[in-house]
């Protein structure tokens, strides 16, 4: 069930063509067509919704015109409409626009609400030729309904209270995993770090002991080398020296053998 808790209407115009023909403003400027002010009790804020309807007469004077037409809330804008209109004198001239808007949940206290009309289109004219009126019927729930809803609210915002709680649980939980991989990662690189380092090391020691077999290869055959020469050296002497032995035995030889030739 609902109940009324305002309702304002205002009719300026009547009649068409009971006032001399408006012309409507090329955007961005407007015309103010109709005021209406709904107040919504203290008891009823954000829990209604008021139903606003309008209707605007209006005459094509030259071209075809595109209007816009919007109803404000408090200077903001809350609802639009547009709609075209010829001036062909043998086809439609006068046009009568209805739209109705619905404005939700609006707030404690007076509300001022205004319906405007404004032309899109260049190089066109339109004019307002009437009639014009306008309607607001702010509506709520019964107070049966009102405490009901509000048992909603309450079950509402603690079921919201909760995913909330789960949310920011979750969140936590997250959290924490993404610190517990990147502490992972971390490891895991100074893990991989180490190793490289450790197999840098190794090879490194490898190459020295490569090195170092190497230079004791070389020092083997240089030591081999150099007793190879010495023996030969020591057999190229012996055998000098047995020549030498040799040649002095030759020639005690031959000394005597004139010794002995000569008695």
């Known amino acids: 069930m609902v109940r009324i808790i305002d309702y304002q209407a205002t009719e300026p115009v009547r009649k068409v063509n009971q006032i001399r023909p408006r012309n409507i403003p090329h955007s961005p400027k407007k015309v103010v067509l109709a005021t209406i002010r709904i107040t919504i009790p203290r008891n009823n804020a954000n829990n209604n919704h008021v139903e606003l309807i309008a209707t605007v007469g209006v005459r094509g004077v030259t071209g075809t015109s595109q209007l816009l037409f919007k109803i404000f809330r408090d200077g903001k804008e809350i609802f639009s409409s547009q709609d075209g209109v010829e001036s062909d004198p043998t086809s439609e001239v006068n046009y009568t626009e209805t739209f109705q808007a619905i404005d939700m949940n ?22 307002v030729v009437g009639p014009i009126s306008f309607s607001g019927l702010a509506i709520a729930p019964s107070d049966k309904d009102h405490d009901s809803d509000q048992d909603q609210s309450t079950s509402r915002d603690r079921i919201t209270s909760r995913d909330r709680d789960r949310n920011r649980d979750m969140e936590r939980n997250t959290s924490r995993d993404r610190d517990r991989d990147r502490d992972m990662e971390r490891n895991t690189s100074r893990d991989r770090d180490r190793d490289r380092e450790r197999n840098t090391n190794r090879d490194r020691d490898r190459d020295m002991e490569r090195n170092t077999s190497r230079d004791r290869d070389r020092d083997r055959d240089m030591d081999r080398n150099t007793n190879r020469d010495r023996d030969r050296d020591r057999e190229r002497n012996t055998r000098r020296s047995m020549n030498r032995d040799q040649d002095r035995e030759r020639n005690m030889r031959s000394g005597f053998d004139n010794i002995f030739r000569m008695f």
């Open 106 to 127: 609006v707030g404690q206290g007076a509300h001022t609400y205004q319906v405007t009309a404004e032309n899109i289109t260049n190089g066109t004219e339109a004019a």
